[in-house]
């Protein structure tokens, strides 16, 4: 139990440190769909969707190397160190040498509005290159901060990142052209350059608080030693591109619906539904904040409990609960989705109906982050038994099918088809990854509790989203109901926990 109880305080540190960050971003998202109109919002999903998908190549499965390894060669650390980060800086360098003289025809490749002109895009990418190798370099000092366990100081420097950025983002979009509407002093210096309504400008916040976050990075860049080690390396790059290839494989799945919308609907309305779709994708963040501390805080714990007697009744507890916490946070975001949409509210009353318009993908996009969570919990066995291999397959599959299934039913049903291809491909993956894991990796999941759990959210949810017509009463009432019917479930596990 106070195994458990670790991972739990664990992962809530990392929570909060990522969520903190996280919740104050997306308390941007109302400020961008009041700023920009659909179409132009359409632009900043398209481009920080290519960003997701190309962060992780330049990565290259080394932070989940690094964990790995810091267990296998415990005598080497400084050498794990040194060889991880010298992949992703070589990586990154091939990468800005590839690129950098084809950016005008990148720039036409990512163009969504061809009435925007192609300059704007070529500053664009050339903003968002420099974001990704800047990115790129803070992934393993990130990860020396959480395997010396100064979970302080990894949520200081990411509150700060994030913290920057939306400063910036208020100062572009209100407090310039603040300035300059009442002619406050240095308002002329800003006429000469500022451009109001740019979304640009956006992307450049981005490229300052990365360039911010490599800095307070320094103590830890400063601990790298130029030594690198060719059979350790090689012997990561096996464990590791899998691992590439697995981490490539879930953004595909969750962010290349977005570019698949702009390339395979009409001009005329591509930018429109990708930005409904990227505004109401939003609204699922909070279930994916979750999931996503979930794993900054379970990462390194399984691989410091591998060796453990108990390892596999460990990991089948906190299945468990887990499935518990994204059910019920599954159920709370549903029945409050109508005071969750006034985030995605437009300028007007016509934008604000052509936002709203995409609420209905909202419940199967969360349930797809359920799905996503699960398997991310599930996939601990491949990770600990060095069959890495298993996670390329299984997010091999996913990624085909959100390829497959995108493209053939995108210019039929439009962003529909993106959410109910998401979910799909989540737990097909989800249950592939359970399968093959009990065959190679027995783990004791109690599958019937689990199921009892996910079945009951889904039920409730249904009711409360098509039935009862997102009533904000009776959405809550299910709630608290599910939220009682668990707690007496568990009361005598959680009882335990409490008193330790």
């Not at 089948?316 to 709370?332: D, E, H, P, Q």
């Not at 493209?407 to 959410?419: C, N, Q």
């Not at 065959?439 to 039920?459: G, Q, R, T």
Request: proline share 4%; with cysteine; hydrophobic share 55%.
């Amino acid at each position: 139990m106070s195994t458990a109880k670790k991972f739990a305080g664990q992962t809530a540190v990392y929570g909060l440190t990522t969520i903190a960050p996280r919740i104050l971003n997306f308390f941007l998202t109302p400020i961008y769909v009041k700023a920009y109109p659909t179409k132009i919002y359409g632009i900043f999903t398209t481009m920080f969707s290519w960003v997701s998908m190309i962060n992780p190549v330049l990565a290259f499965g080394m932070e989940t190397t690094f964990f790995r390894y810091l267990t296998k060669r415990p005598d080497e650390k400084q050498q794990v160190y040194n060889n991880t980060f010298g992949a992703i800086l070589g990586i990154s360098l091939l990468f800005l040498l590839s690129v950098l003289p084809f950016i005008n025809d990148i720039a036409a490749w990512v163009r969504v509005d061809p009435k925007s002109p192609l300059s704007d895009y070529r500053l664009y990418v050339l903003y968002f290159v420099a974001v990704l190798l800047l990115d790129a370099w803070c992934v393993i000092p990130f990860a020396r901060i959480r395997a010396n366990g100064r979970p302080g100081r990894y949520g200081l420097i990411k509150c700060t990142n994030i913290l920057v950025f939306i400063l910036l983002n208020l100062l572009f979009i209100y407090v310039l052209p603040l300035i300059i509407s009442h002619r406050a002093f240095g308002y002329q210096w800003i006429v000469s350059w500022f451009r109001p309504g740019w979304i640009g400008y956006v992307f450049l916040s981005n490229l300052i608080a990365s360039a911010l976050t490599l800095l307070l990075l320094l103590p830890e860049l400063l601990q790298l030693r130029p030594n690198f080690d060719g059979p350790m390396f090689r012997e990561m790059l096996t464990y590791s591109w899998p691992v590439l290839v697995a981490n490539l494989s879930f953004v595909i799945n969750e962010n290349l619906d977005k570019l698949l919308l702009g390339k395979f609907l009409p001009e005329t309305v591509s930018s429109n539904q990708v930005g409904i779709y990227g505004a109401c994708a939003k609204i699922a963040v909070f279930l994916n904040i979750f999931v996503q501390a979930f794993r900054l805080g379970a990462e390194p714990f399984f691989f410091s409990h591998a060796k453990n007697k108990n390892a596999g009744n460990t990991y089948a507890f906190i299945m468990n609960y887990f499935v518990i916490a994204v059910s019920l946070i599954f159920v709370a975001l549903v029945a409050n989705i109508e005071l969750l949409k006034y985030f995605i509210k437009g300028r007007d009353a016509t934008q604000q109906a052509l936002y709203w318009s995409g609420l209905q993908a909202v419940p199967l996009l969360l349930l797809g982050y359920v799905s996503l969570g699960i398997y991310m919990n599930l996939s601990v066995w491949y990770k600990l038994s060095d069959q890495t291999k298993y996670g390329l397959y299984i997010s091999g599959i996913g990624a085909l099918l959100t390829i497959v299934l995108n493209v053939i039913f995108i210019p039929k049903y439009s962003y529909m088809a993106s959410a109910w291809v998401s979910l799909i491909a989540y737990a097909t993956m989800m249950v592939l990854s359970y399968i093959w894991g009990q065959k190679n990796y027995p783990i004791p999941y109690n599958i019937k509790k689990n199921l009892i759990y996910l079945v009951s959210a889904i039920i409730i949810v249904f009711l409360s989203f098509s039935v009862f017509h997102r009533n904000l009463i009776i959405g809550n009432l299910l709630l608290i109901l599910f939220a009682g019917a668990a707690f007496v479930t568990e009361r005598k596990q959680i009882m335990a926990i409490l008193r330790k």
